[in-house]
């Protein structure tokens, strides 16, 4: 008897892992099945339901905050910041990163565990420019970037690049073809930035 082999796919992040079928304990199911399904379900609705609004930016950009800052002083032009960054392509998975591939992190590929930024100097595109804007210490956003605008970024000089050898290859691999990124930033410091009243008529 000959059995055909099934290829392995990778789960996108938000679908449901058969294996917790087998795991998840719901009370009152002796049987499994349908009950269990029901609850994975539910629990995955709900992480999707309190996900923050998805803000619109500009053509290729949008982003999802998940932490407000302290206010003072916030992001603005000329203003020097520290950010804590991780940089990953969600067009490029693996069951290991089902999320998307990781091709920089500040915490492994640069000794001062910061990108440091100015705002105006060229050091980002606009694209990272404009998301950060207003933002300020302790401040956590979500960047989406399209495939374009991520080869703007990479096409500028200024995408920050892995120390290792494996992460270079992925990059190199990830700007073969399609690359959406997903960009997750901290706000470490923020040094030059005007006062959160001012923020507003700041262009």
Do not use: H
């Amino acid at each position: 008897m000959v059995v055909a082999s099934v290829p392995f796919i990778a789960l996108p992040a938000n679908a449901i892992d058969p294996a917790l079928l087998k795991t998840l304990p719901t009370e009152g199911d002796t049987t499994g099945g349908s009950k269990r399904l029901a609850e994975v379900m539910k629990i995955q609705q709900e992480s999707i339901n309190n996900d923050p609004e998805l803000v619109e930016l500009m053509e290729g950009v949008s982003y999802r905050e998940y932490r407000v800052g302290n206010n003072s002083p916030v992001v603005s032009d000329g203003s020097r910041v520290g950010l804590e960054m991780t940089v990953r392509c969600s067009t490029v998975t693996s069951a290991s990163e089902p999320n998307g591939a990781m091709i920089y992190s500040t915490s492994r590929d640069d000794d001062l565990g910061e990108l440091l930024v100015k705002i105006g100097g060229g050091t980002v595109p606009a694209s990272i420019e404009k998301s950060i804007a207003g933002m300020s210490k302790g401040g956590q956003k979500r960047i989406y970037l399209s495939s374009e605008r991520a080869y703007e970024w990479k096409n500028s000089g200024t995408l920050p690049m892995p120390k290792g050898d494996r992460e270079k290859r992925i990059v190199e691999r990830v700007f073969k073809g399609k690359a959406d990124l997903i960009v997750e930033v901290k706000v470490a410091r923020v040094r030059g930035g005007v006062g959160p009243a001012d923020a507003t008529t700041t262009s």
